[in-house]
């Protein structure tokens, strides 16, 4: 039973540190108890990168959505992803965009609004956004570095198909 207790301690503190990324954190909560999306402001608690769904599942070599987040989860050793229909969203230090320079993978600069689904939604059955690879705690997020190693193994991957489907 302590189990499910530190387990909900723990999401309500990953909560209460996301919301202060809301401009209404009352709206936010409620927007997740109702099973929607909390808007969240990126470039003060975090920032994300937006990945294409094509090039994460060519760099996980898989479309299960368990294996793809089984992957994400090594490769960017446990930082937080968002899935939805066709893109990621691997959350990273709100400084990213500054220097990011992938354009095969868009930064959200500071100001830009994110759809955040509720921290205890970690599968993808009948949800049209999860968490892919749950946040573990509050301001633990993706090393800038293993995202665009994956980014980079992505479009390595993605050009060799596309040169091996022209041959």
Same mark, same amino acid.
């Given at each position: ?62 479309? +299960?959505? %368990?294996?793809?987040?089984?992957? =994400?989860?090594?490769? &960017?050793?446990? $930082? ?5 229909? @066709? ?57 800038? +570095?293993? %995202?665009?190693?994956?980014?980079? =193994?992505?479009?390595? &991957?993605?050009? $060799? ?5 022209? @041959?």
């Amino acid at each position: 039973m302590s189990a499910i207790t530190t387990d909900r301690d723990r999401f309500i503190v990953i909560e209460d540190w996301l919301l202060t990324a809301a401009s209404d954190a009352q709206q936010a909560r409620w927007d997740w108890g109702e099973g929607g999306l909390a808007l969240l402001r990126c470039g003060d608690l975090f920032t994300a990168i937006r990945l294409p769904g094509d090039s994460v599942r060519a760099a996980a070599s898989s479309s +299960d959505p %368990v294996e793809v987040s089984t992957y =994400l989860t090594e490769v &960017l050793d446990g $930082g937080p992803v968002i899935a939805s229909r @066709s893109r990621y969203y691997a959350l990273v230090p709100p400084s990213t965009g500054v220097v990011w320079q992938h354009p095969d993978a868009e930064c959200l600069t500071w100001g830009t609004w994110l759809g955040v689904p509720p921290v205890t939604r970690t599968t993808c059955e009948g949800s049209l956004q999860y968490w892919a690879v749950p946040m573990s705690s509050p301001g633990k997020l993706c090393d800038v +570095d293993a %995202v665009s190693q994956l980014v980079r =193994l992505a479009r390595q &991957l993605l050009s $060799g198909q596309e040169a091996g489907d022209g @041959s």
